[in-house]
């Protein structure tokens, strides 16, 4: 938080126990709860600088100090312990001091950190955190930092949209997005780079939308040549998520891949996921949709026993990391299922190398997300 820490402590009591994702007031800092630890057994907490520590339920300050270097663990009895000391509390919230810092397994974090136990007796840590100081720590994850800025501000709008969208969608959980790839990946203040907070800031308050609606603004790394229609892949039909050519992300390194994934590999994954087959023998394409990404595979054993398989469901199957994208080609070969594929990413709006090509052909933010997000505007977070 950058307001200072003990003049506005009133404040901050009042907004404990309100709901922390709130779009409402104008002007309003609006806050997102970015789940940054789950199911942990421990997690190493270091708070360098004046904190203090609030009971979650309570509403009260059970610890405070000018410094926390701690081992945090669940303890038999309900609580939670800091190193040595136990508290009888199921869930605390740190607040630090405008120039101190909080650290959470190494990596330093701006905003609130609430540490909670779970009721299997694991710890989630959830960082609660203003939107932008939010993306500060998420766009050089996303993209390269040494990108044209125009391509990072068309990212950091994205970014910004879809943060406000899972919020939006999110606000009855406990948290707003986590922090790995199936969110946005996010590394707080240590993945801080002078570029992406600049596009950070050159695009404040922008967001983009269809109808005055917020737009669900996914994107992915690499299209490999045509973007893919949403309603292909989850039950969103809008025209600024349908899928356009796109001839810019040609020089991506995700671009073209082959993969070599062991048959016994390929046969216990399947079997872990209940469908069980013999050795493999064959693997084939049954449909493909217009884009060319894969419909339906069949894969058959050496008993003649078939398996069906959505290509979406057959990539989650095998692991999104080794089939990149759904649009492959697959055969086996020599004890292996062999995959030769385009793009890297489930190919739905923004391609982010494609945006990259764009950029370095003179192009700017608002052509890019225009070119990716078909029919979409780019408006003020206020109008949404
Ligand atoms: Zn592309």
Redesign the pocket.
């Given at each position: 938080m950058k307001t200072s820490f003990f003049p506005i402590l009133p404040f901050l009591l009042i907004s404990l126990f309100k709901p922390l994702t709130c779009l409402s007031a104008q002007g309003e800092k609006i806050v997102v709860r970015i789940a940054i630890a789950d199911d942990r057994e421990e997690v190493q907490l270091a708070l360098k600088g004046k904190y203090k520590m609030y009971d979650i339920n309570l509403n009260k300050i059970i610890m405070e100090g000018p410094y926390m270097n701690a081992k945090v663990r669940a303890t038999k009895d309900a609580g939670l312990q800091f190193g040595k000391k136990e508290i009888k509390s199921d869930g605390v919230k740190i607040k630090v001091a405008r120039d101190s810092n909080i650290y959470v397994d190494n990596r330093r974090f701006r905003g609130d950190i609430d540490i909670i136990r779970k009721e299997n007796s694991k710890l989630m840590v959830i960082n609660h955190i203003g939107l932008d100081d939010y993306l500060y720590g998420v766009l050089y994850h996303e993209v390269s930092h040494r990108w044209p800025i125009e391509s990072i501000k068309a990212q950091a709008i994205a970014a910004r949209t879809f943060a406000l969208y899972q919020a939006l969608q999110n606000r009855n959980k406990p948290y707003d997005l986590r922090s790995d790839i199936y969110s946005q990946v996010y590394g707080g203040r240590t993945s801080e780079k002078w570029s992406t907070t600049r596009a950070v800031n050159l695009t404040k308050g922008k967001v983009l939308a269809h109808n005055g609606e917020l737009l669900p603004a996914y994107y992915h790394a690499?299209?490999?040549?045509h973007?893919e229609d949403a309603s292909n892949l989850w039950k969103i039909d809008l025209p600024p998520l349908d899928g356009v050519r796109?001839n810019?992300?040609v020089h991506?390194p995700h671009y073209k891949w082959v993969k070599e994934i062991p048959l016994w590999k390929v046969e216990k994954n399947l079997s872990d996921n209940g469908y069980k087959t013999g050795s493999i023998s064959s693997c084939r394409i049954v449909s493909r949709n217009k884009f060319g990404r894969v419909d339906k595979l069949q894969i058959k054993d050496d008993t003649g026993m078939s398996v069906l398989l959505t290509g979406k469901d057959f990539r989650q199957i095998i692991g999104p990391n080794d089939i990149r994208s759904t649009k492959f080609e697959a055969a086996v070969k020599r004890g292996n299922l062999v995959v030769e594929g385009f793009?890297w990413g489930h190919g739905v709006g923004m391609?982010q190398?494609?945006a990259f090509g764009m950029s370095r052909r003179g192009k700017r933010a608002e052509e890019i997300l225009k070119f990716y997000y078909p029919g979409a505007e780019i408006t003020s977070i206020d109008k949404v």
């Open positions: 690499t299209c490999g040549g973007t796109c810019f992300c991506s793009g391609c190398w494609g």
